[in-house]
């Protein structure tokens, strides 16, 4: 599965919007982005994913480049309550997950 | 409620005992994986299975030992021949298809 590249650490303030980059430039065509966190000390929890057209839930909002590349997570409105770790993974859409990687992540903070 | 359950949240044990962590789903997932987590890095696959009876080594499956004798169970031991064996441990399960994987809240091991 083709690996991905974030940021280690990123800052927001509370009630604007975190954007959360993310590089997947060897990414596969049948490969879907996906995206979790991980409050600490908890496990992480799905977030969304997408193909190639960007993708929006109560949660947050994902938009993939034209080349599929890069793709960016928007937390519309961070709260104290999205501190945590944001991982961003690429997969096929079948085959389970033994395969994907979940690195570093980038480590979100919201401050007051 | 539908989900994935791991027990105990945090676990004591002297060093050269074995020790084994409950991991139960009821998702009716055939997928589910073991994984380590050491303080401020990402998530290390020890062992997964697909299927009942069956199961496969991830990239660190040494000092580690797992079973599938049931759909909805996953149980890990972790051995004395585990060099490092104090960490963040997690369990997932998914199906084979392309929705996320659910992660339980974590044991976290501690050896003296």
């Known amino acids: 599965d083709a690996k991905t590249t974030q940021p280690p650490s990123m800052d927001c303030a509370e009630g604007r919007a975190a954007n959360l980059p993310c590089n997947h430039s060897?990414?596969?065509?049948?490969?879907?982005v996906y995206w979790y966190r991980q409050i600490h000390s908890q496990g992480p929890q799905y977030i969304i994913h997408g193909l190639k057209n960007n993708e929006t839930n109560e949660m947050a909002s994902l938009i993939i480049t034209e080349d599929r590349k890069s793709s960016t997570l928007i937390l519309p409105h961070a709260t104290l309550r999205d501190t945590a770790v944001y991982y961003c993974i690429v997969r096929p859409y079948s085959g389970g997950y033994q395969k994907v990687t979940f690195g570093t992540g980038t480590k979100l903070q919201v401050i007051p | 409620d539908g989900g994935i359950t791991q027990s105990p949240k945090y676990l004591f044990r002297k060093e050269g005992q074995n020790v084994t962590l409950s991991c139960e789903q009821n998702?009716?997932?055939?997928?589910m994986y073991w994984y380590r987590q050491d303080p401020g890095q990402g998530l290390r696959l020890i062992y997964y299975s697909q299927i009942v009876n069956d199961f496969q080594k991830g990239d660190i499956a040494e000092g580690y030992s797992v079973s599938r004798e049931k759909k909805e169970s996953f149980p890990l031991t972790v051995t004395s021949a585990q060099k490092n064996p104090t960490a963040f441990y997690l369990c997932a399960s998914s199906t084979m298809g392309g929705t996320e994987a659910f992660f339980g809240q974590g044991t976290r091991l501690t050896v003296v």
């Open positions: 998702l009716n997932h055939d997928a």
């Open positions: 060897t990414i596969s065509g049948n490969e879907y």
